[in-house]
């Protein structure tokens, strides 16, 4: 007699018979997620993708060369904070695993179990056993019936997706809490632990202007008007600059300084996004006022993003 799958003590329960209610062990399974910290989240959008890599925990996989991108439907702000970082990107599930080859790969106890898929182009069917998840007898069920998702959220559903992701594909990018003590990343020594979304969204803001990184994947903007994540994320970091030099008393500013309030605007960015309260003071006393210094990082926020009136980054 064949041994019965890995899979089934994880299986998608029922669904609710309720109007707006899922059961936990039966969830539409419309979206999932890449959580990462903010200069990884930087990199990415440089590179216009999430790169892959190889598996190097207690995995089966990690002896094989197979690349992923690690993706989770899974949301851990009840639990305190996310591990991975502040920056969440999101991707519709089902255009994802269009045409692809789905593998069994195991599940691992850390606490609540991760019950872990492969979804690929290639033929692993020496290595790994296929999932047809329209049986419905495992942790990921593809109701056939009613074209829908499904997963059984009392576990870690992680996707291990061979290849680069590219960022275009992302229906939509947030901010998460960092989990206060644990970081997959940097266990003892992550600055981010405990770094609320609010404060991501400002930092990230930030440094994308401060370091020249390309906004156009992000899809912030629609036909020269911001979108109410840049409104958010801009509204974040104005009042965490007001604070930063909210006890200075501004003078004469340098003569000729008109010239440069970009490239002063920028550098006061660059330097909140990198932590260096020193720099920021002290490009800001260059210009006349808090409302001045506020309204020249408005000014080259609107530049990069390409909004047609910067005043409209208020609008929230």
């Not at 056939?144 to 990018?173: P, Q």
């Amino acid at each position: 007699m064949a041994k019965p799958p890995e899979w089934l003590k994880f299986r998608v329960g029922s669904k609710s018979k309720k109007a707006n209610w899922s059961n936990n062990d039966c969830q539409p399974l419309d979206t999932v997620h890449h959580v990462t910290h903010v200069d990884t989240a930087l990199r990415v959008l440089s590179d216009s993708s999430i790169k892959s890599g190889l598996v190097y925990d207690q995995s089966k996989l990690n002896t094989q060369r197979i690349p992923v991108v690690w993706l989770s439907p899974n949301d851990w702000t009840g639990a305190g904070g996310f591990r991975y970082g502040n920056v969440r990107f999101s991707f519709d599930f089902a255009s994802l695993i269009q045409k692809k080859n789905y593998y069994w790969v195991e599940y691992l106890s850390y606490g609540v179990a991760a019950v872990r898929i492969l979804i690929t182009d290639n033929n692993y069917v020496n290595i790994l056993t296929p999932y047809n998840p329209t049986i419905g007898d495992g942790p990921w069920w593809f109701d056939t019936s009613t074209n829908t998702h499904y997963w059984n959220g009392n576990h870690c559903l992680e996707i291990m997706f061979e290849g680069d992701l590219a960022v275009e594909r992302m229906s939509k990018i947030d901010f998460v809490k960092h989990h206060p003590r644990f970081c997959n990343i940097k266990p003892h020594s992550c600055p981010d632990c405990a770094v609320g979304g609010e404060l991501a969204s400002a930092k990230f803001l930030a440094a994308i202007v401060g370091q020249r990184v390309n906004p156009s994947l992000l899809k912030w903007v629609n036909n020269q008007q911001p979108e109410f994540e840049l409104c958010f994320a801009w509204n974040r970091l104005k009042m965490k600059l007001m604070k930063s030099i909210e006890t200075y008393k501004f003078g004469i500013p340098t003569p000729n300084i008109q010239q440069a309030t970009s490239s002063i605007g920028r550098a006061i960015l660059g330097a909140y996004s990198c932590g260096d309260i020193t720099d920021l003071r002290a490009l800001s006393q260059l210009l006349s006022s808090k409302n001045v210094v506020i309204d020249v990082c408005a000014k080259v926020i609107s530049e990069d993003f390409e909004i047609a009136n910067w005043k409209s980054l208020d609008d929230i």
